[in-house]
């Protein structure tokens, strides 16, 4: 992980059901800044939100005012808003894909990343989410036009129960004596996702392995990342996920056991299904949230969004590395020449972050592609003993709204 931090987790958001673009600001807002707001002073994190088009209700991009599309603009410019939650529920034909695309490319706003939204017609998933927005030939087809603007990244309604992907999976932490009947059903229901996972279930491919994100196919053959989000909830991946209830995810235990783990995480969560639009988060969601942000300053737990999240969990897979040393010190080569042109390029951005273990007082430099690399930080020693180099990491400047 990017040092200090031993773990990594962004909050996937999925803005179904949020009123309108006043409450759809004051959680970005709260968890953005520092700054006073309704529920107290803001918990400074770095976290993304989702947006869609066409529904009947609700904050949405069309059926919102000129500030709300304005604000929504300035956040996806910075990286505030990542995920495109499908075109909405009222988008059922490739016109309404192409008049999305169209307008998010004339203000310059780009999204990488998809999130499949209850059944709605655009959806990629064939099977719990009913999409038809890679069946080529269905008035519902939009898979060329949205890869060709620049989505990469693709969830498909797969949701697990296990603290921490990218280390092998453990069940431990879903069952507590608080509520022994309910969280007693969690743990099969996982246990059972990871059973046919084992025996080569296509669905559950995700749990064997208890991967954040694998190269997959759209049903019309165009390659995506497919990605899978978490809920280590005790009542199991469809509840607690709302802004009425992540204080009941983001407890100490869950916390402690995600930095043990050395796990990553995308929560998955529906912020704007709250209980008072004055206050979106109620005192247990804004304890939770401040157990986060806790952990955050702490420099145990990583807090960024989703896109920053996948593309650093693409990086560690797709580079290859090697040392070699020379007359002041060791040089780790990094090498990017693995990664499929077809999803992704990486760069230099997408390498903040990366850490290397060198030993004590040794100098030691990094080179990508055979190019030095102007800026890298030594750290000193972590919880394991070992001194570090890296990328240096830095956070997304949030607009001024």
């Not at 929504?72 to 995920?83: E, P, Q, T, V, Y």
């Not at 919880?383 to 570090?388: A, D, I, L």
């Amino acid at each position: 992980m990017p040092y200090p931090y031993r773990a990594m987790l962004a909050i996937c958001s999925d803005l179904d059901e949020t009123p309108d673009r006043h409450v759809y600001w004051r959680i970005i807002q709260f968890l953005n800044t520092t700054q006073s707001t309704t529920m107290g002073p803001g918990v400074g994190l770095e976290t993304g939100n989702s947006i869609y088009f066409d529904m009947p209700k609700g904050f949405a991009y069309w059926t919102t005012d000129d500030a709300g599309r304005a604000m929504i603009r300035d956040l996806i410019r910075s990286g505030h808003i990542d995920c495109l939650h499908s075109f909405g529920d009222l988008a059922t034909t490739r016109s309404h894909a192409a008049r999305a695309l169209d307008e998010l490319n004339r203000n310059g706003c780009w999204i990488q990343v998809w999130v499949d939204h209850a059944s709605a017609p655009t959806n990629f998933g064939a099977v719990s989410m009913e999409g038809h927005g890679d069946e080529a030939g269905h008035p519902a087809y939009h898979a060329d036009l949205t890869t060709a603007y620049g989505i990469r990244y693709v969830w498909r309604g797969l949701v697990t129960s296990v603290v921490g992907q990218e280390v092998p999976a453990r069940l431990s932490g879903l069952w507590t004596l608080r509520h022994p009947i309910r969280s007693a059903r969690t743990v099969p229901k996982e246990a059972v996702r990871q059973l046919l996972a084992r025996r080569g279930h296509t669905k559950y491919g995700f749990h064997a392995g208890n991967r954040v994100l694998q190269t997959t196919a759209l049903r019309d053959g165009r390659a995506v990342y497919d990605f899978l989000r978490a809920n280590p909830y005790w009542g199991g991946v469809a509840s607690g996920e709302t802004g009425r209830d992540i204080g009941a995810v983001l407890m100490p235990g869950m916390l402690h056991r995600l930095v043990r783990r050395g796990g990553v995480c995308l929560l998955y969560t529906h912020l704007g299904k709250c209980s008072s639009p004055d206050r979106p988060f109620g005192p247990e969601a804004v304890a939770g949230l401040r157990r986060l942000a806790d952990e955050y300053q702490r420099g145990r737990i990583l807090v960024t969004t989703s896109l920053r999240c996948l593309r650093y969990v693409t990086v560690r897979q797709q580079i290859s590395w090697t040392v070699r040393k020379d007359a002041v010190g060791i040089v780790i080569e990094i090498s990017t020449n693995q990664s499929d042109p077809r999803l992704h390029r990486i760069s230099a951005k997408d390498m903040e972050g990366l850490t290397f273990y060198v030993p004590v007082g040794v100098t030691a430099r990094i080179e990508v592609d055979g190019s030095p690399v102007p800026s890298i930080r030594t750290n000193s020693r972590d919880e394991t003993g070992r001194s570090s180099i890296m990328l240096p990491w830095s956070r997304l400047p949030f607009p001024p709204i």
